[in-house]
Nanobody, 118 residues
Framework: QVQLVESGGGLVQAGGSLRLSCVVSGGAFSRYTMGWFRQAPGEEREFVASINWSNSATYYQDAVKGRFTVSRDNAKNTLYLQMDSLSPRDTAVYYC???????????WGQGTQVTVSS
């Protein structure tokens, strides 16, 4: 059974930074494309960033480009999201996800809350 557990969320002031982590167990982490998503209150879940299995390709939502950095450590089965220059618009529950099939994100974590105060 594949499990994804996020951590690192919290309350931060605008302009601050947070680093989210997602530990994956029970699966072949090094084979997965990994992603971060977020969902703000009253809104649909949206894509934030993704990284391929070999760390050679990353993708970002336009709103976070230049502020967020996605990375992974395959030896530690861990995905990261470094978030800098945070703004209140980044307030959301952040989820990590994993996929092998390029058409569907198969595994999801339970989410971690990020709140940015103005």
């Amino acid at each position: 059974q594949v499990q994804l557990v996020e951590s690192g969320g919290g309350l931060v002031q605008a302009g601050g930074s947070l680093r989210l982590s997602c530990v994956v167990s029970g699966g072949a982490f090094s084979r997965y494309t990994m992603g971060w998503f977020r969902q703000a209150p009253g809104e649909e879940r949206e894509f934030v960033a993704s990284i391929n299995w070999s760390n050679s390709a990353t993708y970002y939502q336009d709103a976070v480009k230049g502020r967020f950095t996605v990375s992974r450590d395959n030896a530690k089965n861990t995905l990261y999201l470094q978030m800098d220059s945070l703004s209140p618009r980044d307030t959301a529950v952040y989820y990590c996800a994993a996929r092998e099939d390029p058409t569907a994100w198969k595994y999801w974590g339970q989410g971690t809350q990020v709140t940015v105060s103005s």
